[in-house]
């Protein structure tokens, strides 16, 4: 499924793993008595006093990790997965994954038709699809759509929206409303909190969907 909202969908996550040296037996210098016996501080071996300069890794050492990043399900899932989508996504089970929907539209130049599972996320009242597939062209200067979810079917006005920063916005918002991440194709990194500058900065696109009345 394009953009499917998981997982936030959307890379290779995982934690930062920190390695730190323990220097607080390192650093302390003894003293007392040496050889000439004025009481100065004992010489300390070459090696040891370059343990005890490392330092351990910046605090900020997980901060160079992106907060976000894309995961999106595996092409082999997919076309176990798509199939199914388009079935149930038709029916009332569909109401089950409210954000799983299907859209229907010919293609620009073409007239092709194009049948794309896809995550359909409300934001503002607005249904809006983010995608970063070729497809989402057909939609420059706007076009009509089929949108299949939840069991029911519905027309409407699509347009493309590239701008970052406002898609950046749309995917915060939709990131707050969703059960998870992995809804929007998105991995999150353990301990951080996605901007909507971070979320710019992955490259997608987003479709507004205006329904007929």
């Given at each position: 499924?394009?953009?499917?909202?998981?997982?936030?969908?959307?890379?290779?996550?995982?934690?930062?793993?920190?390695?730190?040296?323990?220097?607080?037996?390192?650093?302390?210098?003894?003293?007392?008595?040496?050889?000439?016996?004025?009481?100065?501080?004992?010489?300390?071996?070459?090696?040891?006093?370059?343990?005890?300069?490392?330092?351990?890794?910046?605090?900020?050492?997980?901060?160079?990790?992106?907060?976000?990043?894309?995961?999106?399900?595996?092409?082999?899932?997919?076309?176990?997965?798509?199939?199914?989508?388009?079935?149930?996504?038709?029916?009332?089970?569909?109401?089950?994954?409210?954000?799983?929907?299907?859209?229907?539209?010919?293609?620009?130049?073409?007239?092709?038709?194009?049948?794309?599972?896809?995550?359909v996320h409300d934001v503002d009242g607005v249904a809006t699809v983010f995608t970063d597939r070729p497809w989402k062209l057909n939609f420059r200067d706007g076009a009509r759509v089929v949108v299949v979810r939840a069991g029911r079917q519905r027309q409407g006005d699509a347009v493309?929206?590239?701008?970052?920063?406002?898609?950046?916005?749309?995917?915060?918002?939709?990131?707050?409303?969703?059960?998870?991440?992995?809804?929007?194709?998105?991995?999150?990194?353990?301990?951080?909190?996605?901007?909507?500058?971070?979320?710019?900065?992955?490259?997608?696109?987003?479709?507004?969907?205006?329904?007929?009345?």
């Amino acid at each position: 499924m394009d953009s499917l909202c998981s997982r936030w969908g959307s890379s290779q996550g995982g934690s930062v793993r920190e390695r730190t040296l323990d220097t607080c037996s390192l650093t302390r210098i003894p003293t007392g008595s040496n050889a000439d016996g004025h009481g100065k501080p004992a010489r300390v071996p070459g090696k040891f006093r370059a343990m005890a300069d490392q330092s351990s890794p910046p605090d900020d050492e997980a901060h160079r990790t992106p907060a976000v990043r894309h995961q999106p399900p595996p092409e082999s899932f997919l076309r176990i997965f798509n199939p199914l989508a388009r079935l149930i996504v038709r029916t009332p089970v569909g109401r089950l994954v409210p954000w799983m929907g299907v859209l229907r539209f010919a293609g620009r130049k073409t007239a092709r038709r194009f049948v794309v599972p896809v995550g359909v996320h409300d934001v503002d009242g607005v249904a809006t699809v983010f995608t970063d597939r070729p497809w989402k062209l057909n939609f420059r200067d706007g076009a009509r759509v089929v949108v299949v979810r939840a069991g029911r079917q519905r027309q409407g006005d699509a347009v493309l929206i590239d701008d970052p920063a406002k898609v950046g916005v749309a995917l915060l918002n939709a990131l707050q409303h969703t059960s998870r991440p992995s809804n929007l194709a998105l991995k999150i990194t353990k301990g951080r909190q996605p901007t909507a500058d971070d979320l710019a900065a992955l490259g997608n696109s987003m479709i507004q969907i205006r329904f007929d009345a």
